[in-house]
């Protein structure tokens, strides 16, 4: 059981846009940043979306991050095949004194 | 550029201990906090503790706390997860990924990962 929520899986169509949830509560995402992983098959995760909203340079801006409260959103616009992958939150919780990934969303592009 | 190159696959008994290394190269070491992660077989991301070696200051998950140890060398910039008590079900993927500019930030890059099995 993962302290972060999200959805097992999320899919659309090229080019439709997606939206992942994932929630904490008032010790990790309500208090601390939240920050998302891509992970590709076989490979490992790679840095996505930092401090809520923020793109380190070279994600394209498909990919947006908010938000509110204690829960985060993770958009991505125009989706494209290359998009298949697991995506992961993860944030510092105050409570536990370390960092809580959510449990991963598998998304599918049909 | 950073990269965090770690260590080979492992087979290990039940009982007995592993030790994955990180290196860090194309950036400073010392003054950035690196942590461990791990992967079991088709499950999620699970932190597993960190340290900061400037510092030598470490903290570990709950679940792993009295079974980890990671420490640093400063000298070839590289960094140590070693894991005791080995079960069936610490066999995983563990990865180390570099903190960003301050402790609580997050992670990026990632190294390689490290497959570690546990079998009899």
């Known amino acids: 059981q993962s302290v972060l929520t999200q959805p097992p899986s999320a899919s659309g169509t090229s080019g439709q846009r997606v939206a992942i949830s994932c929630s904490g509560n008032?010790?990790?995402?309500?208090?601390?940043?939240a920050n998302w992983y891509q992970q590709l098959s076989g490979t490992a995760p790679k840095l996505l979306i930092y401090?809520?909203?923020q793109r380190p340079s070279g994600v394209p801006d498909r990919f947006s991050g908010s938000k509110s409260g204690t829960s985060a959103s993770l958009a991505i616009s125009g989706l494209q095949s290359e998009d298949e992958a697991d995506y992961y939150c993860?944030?510092?919780?105050?409570?536990?004194?370390?960092?809580?990934f959510g449990g991963g969303t598998k998304v599918t592009v049909l | 550029q950073v990269q965090l190159v770690q260590s080979g696959a492992e087979v290990k008994r039940p009982g007995s201990s592993v030790k994955v290394s990180c290196k860090t190269s194309?950036?400073?070491?010392?003054?950035?906090?690196i942590s461990w992660v791990r992967q079991a077989p088709g499950q999620g991301l699970e932190w597993m503790g960190r340290?900061?070696?400037?510092?030598?200051?470490?903290n570990y998950g709950q679940k792993f706390q009295g079974r980890v140890t990671i420490t640093a060398d400063k000298s070839t910039s590289t960094a140590y997860m070693e894991l005791s008590s080995l079960r069936s079900d610490d066999t995983a993927v563990y990865y180390c990924?570099?903190?960003?500019?301050?402790?609580?930030?997050?992670?990026?890059?990632w190294g390689q990962g490290t497959v570690v099995a546990v079998s009899s």
């Open positions: 990924a570099r903190h960003g500019p301050a402790d609580v930030t997050w992670f990026d890059p």
């Open positions: 194309g950036g400073t070491f010392s003054t950035y906090t």
């Open positions: 340290i900061i070696p400037i510092a030598d200051i470490t």
């Open positions: 008032s010790s990790n995402i309500g208090r601390n940043a």
């Open positions: 401090g809520d909203n």
């Open positions: 993860a944030a510092w919780d105050d409570s536990l004194n370390g960092w809580v």
